[in-house]
Each structure stands twice: as structure tokens, then as C-alpha cells.
């Protein structure tokens, strides 16, 4: 009887967990198809030409596909209206509402996550799948949010069909090429290192032995930032399991199914995920003992990208740290010094042409321009408080004045082809009627205009280096293990975000988000959730006038602000507890 009695109940608790899974399956399921829905509208709205930095390819050969998105959503005229016309004044605040939607949905599936118990928790192959799943719109999207993919086109193919070095020849030592006509950085040559290179490279030799085609490309290096990017999730598991097993669900989905990563190296190819895979390949490493292969993948890490630099050293106070004696110290020094001078001498000898194969890293466009950057704002503010003072001229003369050409001098808004808005009107009218009043005065307004600019500008990027360079130092004196050494690299790159660079794209924040995805809830994680949220706003805002509006202007604010805020505070908090500890520590050693 006993028995029987067990028996049922062993029976309902089977039923009442069936019941619990069907109800926890649903809400998973729900969730997905929430953030999957942001992401199809996502997909829709790059259709519109207003929005995009680049023609994506992938749709173009369908005639038929844009007959009928241009009877059935948008027309033929909205899809194709420049940034700056009538037509598309409302495609930002379009594009500000898919954003908001794929925000809401990930944190919503974040927050549930993250009160699930580990028995209801998801397992890896759920959460690969939604990123799959997620994906597949942004590998058909018919514009992008960067060009940077047809320069990662044109180095490979100056590797391996032209025979040129990719360190020193721009895409226009080669204008036959058949992609030359896609590059935006005509100009500069590979600011990435051979560890991108040469993966470009046999990307190249593979696209060509099937069909040399744009489209082709394209999907090429889309596919391999996407596999990537489930490798790097896969990675984060499998350190969280060895780590902290109770954060690895919500710290996978943190970084695999975060909008902006799936953005950026599904639907635009970034190779900062190639950047990202040897980081975390490093640390797993680390935590089955193999210190010498973290260094190796970590000196890869930085040849595909330099800002991965401040991990080596950090590391390497690691292991001097916790090596027992000055004989075990000076040998791992040799060793990690020995296997970086062997990596970077072995992938650059192919190319190796001097010292001016590395030039370019000093004169690439990112050490040159300041653009969507908090040093950025306070520049422009800077030159414009002086202008309205009446000490400095009109900081828009420093502007290229390709605004002389449009619109047509003595056309109207009507008769203009690109539909220029009456404010581009207004304002190209009056620089042509203060030039044509008097050009010499107006060269002289225009030269003495950049000298102020550049003046302010190197002041601004001294500054912002010397915040840096003290966050790297103050990283290095609180390095003692593994885990504050990670900790100290995660929040390098957020001030480096945020701070450091003068030149930043929405990219560079998927750096701070995969370290984040390692380490603590309360403050990495949320500065990371709202790093990741809000940078697309620099797309959103990226301002169509010669004279933004307010929020075009402070764009960098509205999106670095909060996090750099909350980042703050929460630093503020930590200081004032260790000084009280301290000082409690101080009384308690008193004599009575």
C-alpha cells in the first residue's frame, strides 16, 4: 500500500514538473519571438537608404523581392531618400522604435533568466539557437551600418590576388579592382594586424574558388563573424562553468543574444569578434593551467587589434604575482616575452617592410579626426562658446564646403536633386553670400577657423590619452590575480569607450560587453547593459545637418552619459566603503 502510495506520488510531482517546463518552455519561447520580432523590424528598416552607411548586396539581385516590399512597406521614394531630405526626417525615430523594442525584449529575457531556478535554466544548444535564429535577418540585410567589410574585402584581395602588402598599399594603389568601387577608406591602408590579415586571406582564395562575387564576400565574412560569435558564446559557458557555474546562463545569453553584438558581427562582420574569440580562448586556457597558450592567444588578440594591449601586461603582474620564487618569476618572463617577439616576428616577416609597414597605426583616421566621442562634444563646445563671444570664427568653417554644391546655387528646394531641407538651404546660402561678399577675408575666417579647432583638438586628445594611461596604471596597481586582472582589462576598454577614444563607433562597446559577460551582476554587467543599449543611438542621431539639432550634437552624451554616470557612482560607493573599512580597521588598532 506503502508503495502504491509513493508511486502516485512520485507521479504527481513528475506531472507538476512537466507542467512547470511546459509553463518555463513558453515563457523562453515567448520571450525569443518578442526580441526575434524587434530584430525582422530591424531587418525592414535598413531597407530605408536614410539609414544605412553601405550598401548591403545581398538582396539586390531579387528584383521581384523589391517590386514587392515597394508596393507592400515602404514606397520606392522613401527607400531611396538621402539622410539629409524632407522625405526621411522620420526614419531615425522609426529606427529609435526597433531599437527600443530589441532592447526591451533582451532585457525582459536577461531579467528571466536570471530568476530561474538552474533546474528550468536553458541549456547551451537554446541559447545558440536563438542567436542562430536571430541572426538570419541580419545576414540578408540589404544596407549596413558600416563599410568596414569592403576594406576587409579589399586587404584580403591586395594579399592574395594583387600580391601587395596590405600594411602599406591602400585600396587605391589598386582602383582595377573589381570591389574598389564598394571601399569607403580608399586611401588608408590595414590599420588590423596579420592576425586578421591572413584570415582574410584564405577568406579570399575560398570566395574566389566558388564565385568571385560582392555578394559572395559579403556573406563570406558574415557567415564567419556569425560562427565566431556562437564560438565566443560557447567559450563563455565553458569558462562560467568552471568559474561560476550559477552565472553561466544569464552571462552566455549576456553577450550571445545582446542586440549589439548580433548587430555588429552578424549584420555588419566586424572583426572585433575574431579579436574577442582569442581573449576568451586565452582565459579558458588560463583556467586549465596552460599560462604560456593564454599568452600566445592574447598576443594574437593583439595582432588583429591593438587595443587588446593592455592585457598582456596585466597579465603578466599575474603571473609574476603568483610565481613562488625570483627564478620562477624571471622564467616566466623570458618565456612570454620569447613567444611574443616569435609571434609577431612570424606573422609580420611576409610583409615586414621596415618600420613603415607600421606607420599606419599612427596615421590611421582614428588618431587624426575626433567624431562621436565625448572629447568630441566638448571640443565643439569649446569652439562654439568662443565663436559666440566673438573671438573665434564661425567653428562650420572647418567643415569640407561640399555644401557649395548642394543645393545648386540659385535653385529652389524643389528643383534640387537630393532634396536637401530648407535649414541645408539657408545655411549654404549664407557661406555663399559671406564668400562671395569677400573670399579673401573668408579664406582668412576658414584657416584661422582650423587652427582654433586643431589647437582645441590636440588638447582634447592629450587629455583623454592622460585619462587613460591613469587607468591602465591605477589597473596595474590593484592587479594581483586572474580574476582582478580581467576585471581591470574589462573596465580599460570601458574607459577607453568612453573616455580614451576620440574617434568611437558603436563596435567598440562589444569589447566591455563579452569581458562583463565574466564577471560580477551588480556593477560590470549593468554598466555593460547599458553601454550596449544605448551606443546605437549614435547611428539614430548621427546628425544629416551642417548645424545638428541638440540632440545630433550631444549624441556622444545621450549615449556614453548614463553608463560613464552609473560607472561613476558606483566607484564613488566602493571608494567611500574601503575608506570606511579603513578607518574602522584604524580604530579597532588604537590602545584602549
Known amino acids: 500500500m506503502s508503495v502504491q502510495m509513493s508511486s502516485h506520488a512520485l507521479q504527481r510531482v513528475r506531472a507538476r514538473v512537466r507542467t512547470r517546463l511546459a509553463a518555463h518552455e513558453w515563457v523562453l519561447v515567448g520571450l525569443g519571438s518578442l526580441q526575434f520580432l524587434g530584430f525582422i523590424s530591424f531587418f525592414v528598416l535598413m531597407h530605408l537608404r536614410s539609414q544605412a552607411w553601405a550598401r548591403g548586396q545581398v538582396l539586390d539581385p531579387f528584383k521581384g523581392y523589391w517590386a514587392w516590399f515597394y508596393r507592400t512597406i515602404f514606397s520606392e521614394e522613401q527607400v531611396e531618400a538621402a539622410r539629409r531630405s524632407a522625405a526621411a526626417q522620420a526614419h531615425p525615430w522609426w529606427m529609435l522604435a526597433s531599437l527600443a523594442l530589441l532592447s526591451g525584449a533582451y532585457l525582459l529575457l536577461l531579467i528571466w533568466l536570471r530568476r530561474q531556478a538552474p533546474s528550468f535554466q536553458p541549456r547551451l544548444r537554446v541559447l545558440l539557437g536563438m542567436a542562430l535564429i536571430f541572426s538570419l535577418p541580419l545576414l540578408a540585410l540589404p544596407n549596413l551600418l558600416s563599410s568596414d567589410i569592403y576594406s576587409y574585402i579589399a586587404f584580403g584581395r591586395i594579399a592574395a590576388i594583387h600580391g601587395g602588402n596590405p600594411f602599406i598599399d591602400p585600396p587605391s594603389a589598386y582602383p582595377s579592382d573589381r570591389f574598389y568601387v564598394w571601399v569607403n577608406w580608399k586611401t588608408v591602408p590595414s590599420v588590423y594586424g596579420p592576425a ?15 564565385r568571385s562575387h560582392v555578394i559572395a564576400y559579403v556573406l563570406a565574412y558574415k557567415l564567419l563573424a556569425l ?84 592585457l598582456l601586461p596585466l597579465y603578466g603582474l599575474v603571473l609574476l604575482w603568483q610565481a613562488r620564487t625570483w627564478r620562477q618569476r624571471i622564467t616566466r618572463a623570458l618565456g612570454a616575452l620569447a613567444l611574443c617577439v616569435m609571434l609577431c616576428t612570424a606573422l609580420y616577416a611576409p610583409y615586414w617592410e621596415g618600420w613603415r609597414t607600421l606607420e599606419i597605426l599612427v596615421d590611421a583616421p582614428p588618431q587624426q579626426r575626433l567624431i562621436n566621442s565625448l572629447a568630441d562634444v566638448a571640443s565643439n563646445e569649446v569652439q562654439r562658446t568662443m565663436w559666440r563671444l566673438g573671438r573665434w570664427p564661425d567653428p562650420l568653417l572647418t567643415q569640407p564646403l561640399t555644401i557649395f554644391a548642394l543645393p ?162 558606483q566607484g564613488i560607493a566602493l571608494v567611500g566603503a574601503w575608506w570606511r573599512a579603513r578607518r574602522g580597521r584604524r580604530g579597532q588598532l588604537r590602545p584602549a
Not at 227 to 247: C, D, F, K, S, Y
Not at 525 to 538: D, F, G, H, N, Q
Open 227 to 310: 560562427l565566431l560569435h556562437l564560438a565566443n558564446g560557447a567559450l563563455i559557458w565553458a569558462i562560467l562553468t568552471r568559474w561560476r557555474p550559477e552565472q553561466r546562463v544569464w552571462g552566455t545569453a549576456l553577450y550571445l543574444l545582446c542586440p549589439l553584438t548580433l548587430i555588429e558581427f552578424a549584420g555588419n562582420a566586424h572583426n572585433d569578434v575574431l579579436m574577442i574569440t582569442f581573449i576568451l580562448l586565452g582565459i579558458w586556457l588560463h583556467l586549465r593551467g596552460a599560462w604560456l597558450l593564454t599568452i600566445g592567444a592574447w598576443t594574437l588578440a593583439v595582432l588583429t587589434k591593438w587595443i587588446a594591449l593592455p
Open 408 to 569: 545648386r546655387r540659385g535653385a529652389t528646394l524643389a528643383d534640387d536633386v537630393d532634396g536637401a531641407s530648407a535649414a541645408v538651404e539657408r545655411f549654404a546660402q549664407a557661406q555663399r553670400a559671406q564668400f562671395m561678399r569677400d573670399r579673401s577675408r573668408f579664406r582668412v575666417l576658414q584657416a584661422e577657423a582650423k587652427r582654433n579647432a586643431d589647437w582645441v583638438n590636440a588638447w582634447v586628445r592629450r587629455v583623454a590619452l592622460a585619462m587613460l594611461a591613469l587607468s591602465c596604471l591605477a589597473a596595474a596597481a590593484v592587479t594581483r590575480t586572474f580574476r582582478t586582472a580581467l576585471l581591470a582589462g574589462a573596465w580599460i576598454f570601458f574607459i577607453y569607450c568612453t573616455i580614451g577614444a576620440v574617434w568611437f563607433w558603436p563596435w567598440y562597446a562589444t569589447w566591455f560587453v563579452a569581458l562583463a559577460a565574466l564577471l560580477d551582476w551588480r556593477v560590470t554587467a549593468r554598466t555593460a547593459l547599458l553601454l550596449a543599449l544605448l551606443v546605437p543611438l549614435i547611428y539614430v542621431f548621427f546628425p544629416p545637418l551642417p548645424d545638428p539639432e541638440w540632440w545630433q550634437r550631444y549624441r556622444a552624451v545621450l549615449a556614453l552619459g548614463p553608463a560613464l554616470l552609473f560607472a561613476g557612482w
Open 196 to 210: 586578421w590579415i591572413y584570415p582574410s586571406l584564405l577568406l579570399t582564395l575560398i570566395v574566389e574558388s566558388i
